[in-house]
């Protein structure tokens, strides 16, 4: 029971407990906050890289094929495919552009040539594709890109556009059944 004549008493042991308590209190916090930043970064970068790998393509216009005759037969011995970036795509160097070609006899890969990249629609000659309304041609020749093959009618090509950041546009190119009398047919 306790009465107005009684005290409590508080001696050195009890302070530096709570002292000690208060300081191990503080030093937990900093870890949290310390450990909270460095996941809010991590995470943020995270998200940066996966909006890239999903946005930052190329989007294709048209393909179309110069169609030649070699020993009698009508064959394409270039493709030009016409590009631009797609939407919310940061810009593109197309220098970095890595190329993949599947045919029904081989597969060919390579990374874009200054010489397969020509300026259509762009205010610069730069080959980086920077606003929606700049466009490229990209020329893939029996010698640069097709692997020393010519494509026939009926043929199919996969061909896929790898961005820096690793975003990929597939398609399928088909050439015509025929091509007989014709100097460009569209793919």
Known sequence: MLTDNDR?????????????M???????AGVLINTAGLLQTQAEA????????????LQIQSATGNVTTIGGNDVIDEVNITVTKAPGADDIQLRNVTYEFVTSSQVITNELEDSQI???TSETNDKV???RADRYKLTFSTDTGLGGTNLVGGDRVQVTLTTAPGASTVTELRVPDSLVDRKAVSL
């Open 118 to 120: 020509s300026n259509i």
């Open 46 to 57: 995270t998200g940066e890289e996966s909006t890239q790998q999903v946005a930052d393509r």
């Open 22 to 28: 208060v300081l191990v209190a503080a030093i937990a």
């Open 8 to 20: 409590g008493q508080v001696g050195i042991g009890t302070l530096i407990v709570f002292i000690a």
């Open 129 to 131: 594709i920077t606003d």
